[in-house]
Nanobody
Framework: QVQLVESGGGLVQAGGSLRLSCAAS????????MGWFRQAPGKEREFVAA????????DYADSVKGRFTISRDNAKSTLYLQMNSLKPEDTAVYYC????????????????????WGQGTQVTVSS
């Protein structure tokens, strides 16, 4: 059984930074892509960023491109999301997710393309 546990969320002022972590356990992750999604109150879950199995390929939503960076450390079974220049519209619960297939690339923006999810961590950006 796979477990994903996010941490690092919190309250930050606009323009500030946060780094989210997602610790994984239960199986070897090195062969699977991973991603970050977010969900604001009253809105659907939306894609934020994804990374291929070895970190060599990444993709981002247009809304976060140039501000957020996704990375992974397979030796530590941990996924990261560095978030800089945060805006109030970035306020949401952030979820990490583990891919469902051993496939190349990192363009996997749909929730149904992921097999496992964490419980989420709240990020609140004040203006």
């Amino acid at each position: 059984q796979v477990q994903l546990v996010e941490s690092g969320g919190g309250l930050v002022q606009a323009g500030g930074s946060l780094r989210l972590s997602c610790a994984a356990s239960g199986r070897t992750l090195w062969s699977l892509y991973m991603g970050w999604f977010r969900q604001a109150p009253g809105k659907e879950r939306e894609f934020v960023a994804a990374i291929n199995w070895n970190g060599g390929s990444t993709d981002y939503a247009d809304s976060v491109k140039g501000r957020f960076t996704i990375s992974r450390d397979n030796a530590k079974s941990t996924l990261y999301l560095q978030m800089n220049s945060l805006k109030p519209e970035d306020t949401a619960v952030y979820y990490c997710a583990l891919g469902s297939k051993q496939v190349p690339g990192s363009w996997y923006p749909r929730p149904e393309q992921y097999a496992y999810w964490g419980q989420g961590t709240q990020v609140t950006v004040s203006s």
